[in-house]
């Protein structure tokens, strides 16, 4: 059994009721096998970034994790394909969205993953979540660079 990690998990969703998307996506990842919930941040609103279609919500969570980053992977595609997620073009508006940004200290980078992912930190969307559950992952310097992109905390 491989020892846990810490996971950053990019939840977004813009099609249908989103909010209800990314809610249903949170409780799922919490019911991970080999997995535990450790951290939640709130909801935020943000226009598509290098995409179409209407505004997304988003949050990041975050698990700690004995799955390999492949096993991660294939499970939040899972999720993914549970919430009627279609790809028929890339940044196509989506049902759900479930990126790992995070894993531990890893970095990877394959044909079908990324970590850390590759524009996380160019994403306001991703970043200020992030830093609302971990500050410490986050400097102030990052934050500013994205203080131009519009994104609101949605208090639901």
Known sequence: MADPVLASVGVGANLGDAQAAVRKA?????????SELRAVSSLYASAPLDADGP????????????????????????????????RPYRNAPRTLDLDILLYGDLELNRSDLHIPHPRMWQRAFVVVPLAEIAPQMVSSAQLEALAGQSLRCLHA
């Not at 505004?55 to 390999?68: I, P």
């Not at 492949?70 to 394909?81: C, D, G, P, R, V």
């Open 26 to 34: 949170i409780q799922d990842l919490a019911g991970l096998p080999q």
């Open 55 to 86: 505004d997304y919500v988003n949050a990041v969570v975050q698990l700690q994790t004995e799955l390999s980053p492949h096993a991660l992977l294939m499970a939040l595609q899972a999720i993914e394909q549970q919430a009627g997620r279609l």
